[in-house]
């Protein structure tokens, strides 16, 4: 398995409220993205990194910005958290060179 | 306007038959397919993947069949195995590698 852990695994916040969800890896993989998960929509694209300091907006990405400071660290944070952001949040990596990309267990995020 | 879609929300397979999963795409510049699996309360793990260059790939119990004039690829099980109940997503890579997902299909394996 890759080593992906995402951290919290279960969170539950109020509206108005900023979120910070953590992803780590131990592959030293330059590719790294957040993903979220809704049912009927798969799993659609928030943002993405392609190295330190690097990232780019995906699909859906209003309401949401990353930082990615060290190689193994991706963070997703909500600035001020919106119900219509409750989901599943999953972060992935991806080796240099392939196509394939690895997901973490994934974050369930209630915004109440 | 949905890229990738896989139309059969859920499908029912007796242990032992086939299953198919089917996914469909819009995007001619998609060059590379793959398919994950996913439990409940688990990332998906990935599965098997075809480049546009073959029309078939297997690893074992699964094969993907790829008909780039029609767009379609799809995921073949065999035999069924309670086991592969799960959710299954079909995903194309273009440019830039990044992935585009179907909305998934549940697959049941009744014993």
């Known amino acids: 398995d890759a080593g992906i852990t995402q951290s919290p695994r279960h969170k539950v916040t109020e509206t108005g409220t900023p979120v910070t969800l953590r992803c780590h890896q131990t592959?030293?993989?330059?590719?790294m993205y957040w993903y979220r998960q809704d049912p009927g929509h798969g799993l659609r694209l928030i943002h993405y990194s392609y190295g330190v300091k690097d990232t780019d907006k995906g699909e859906v990405s209003d309401g949401y910005s990353v930082s990615r400071s060290k190689t193994e660290d991706f963070l997703l944070t909500l600035e001020s958290a919106t119900s219509s952001q409750t989901s599943v949040y999953f972060c992935?990596?991806?080796?240099?060179?392939?196509?394939?990309?690895?997901f973490g267990p994934g974050t369930r995020l209630t915004v109440l | 306007d949905q890229q990738v879609k896989q139309n059969s929300p859920s499908l029912s397979v007796q242990e032992g038959r086939i299953s198919i999963l089917n996914c469909d795409y819009t995007n001619s510049m998609f060059d590379y397919f793959l398919w994950y699996k996913k439990y409940p309360a688990e990332g998906p793990t990935f599965l098997i993947s075809i480049s546009s260059i073959k029309d078939k790939n297997e690893d074992g119990r699964f094969t993907v069949f790829l008909n780039k004039s029609a767009k379609h690829l799809s995921l073949h099980i065999v035999p069924s195995q309670p086991g592969d109940s799960a959710v299954y997503f079909c995903?194309?890579?273009?440019?830039?590698?990044?992935?585009?997902f179907g909305g998934g299909t549940r697959l049941m394996v009744k014993p």
């Open positions: 992935a990596i991806r080796e240099e060179n392939y196509n394939e990309q690895f």
């Open positions: 995903a194309a890579s273009g440019a830039g590698n990044m992935l585009t």
């Open positions: 592959e030293n993989h330059r590719y």
